[in-house]
């Protein structure tokens, strides 16, 4: 199994990005997919999840409302607007909790102010 992230990049602050994930191979043990990002010098945190089921989605606080998880199959997406420079991390996908045989390279968003 292997989660491969892409979409990020560099964007000014008020931007949007959308980032990607895929799930190839088989054997993916979860129901959940989610995302994670770890800033510079800062431990890594859940930023959304998606459960499926009609269970509601998860999103941190303080990415609500500017934030939106959505899954298409082996793929979940994470659209994000209005970014802020606080946003700038490596942004990876994973289940809940996270295995460490799927964390990936991640893939980076810089946000400029």
């Known amino acids: 199994v292997q989660l491969v992230e892409s979409g990020g990049g560099l964007v000014q602050s008020g931007g949007s990005l959308r980032l990607s994930c895929t799930v190839s191979?088989?054997?993916?043990?979860?129901?959940?997919l989610a995302w994670y990002r770890q800033a510079p010098g800062k431990e890594r945190e859940l930023v959304a999840a998606s459960v499926g089921g009609g269970i509601p989605n998860y999103i941190l606080g303080s990415v609500k409302g500017r934030f939106t998880i959505s899954r298409d199959n082996a793929k979940v997406y994470l659209q994000m607007d209005s970014l802020k420079p606080e946003d700038t991390a490596v942004y990876y996908c994973n289940s809940i909790p996270p295995l460490g045989i799927y964390w990936g390279q991640g893939t980076q968003v810089t946000v400029s102010s």
């Open positions: 191979g088989s054997g993916f043990s979860s129901n959940v």
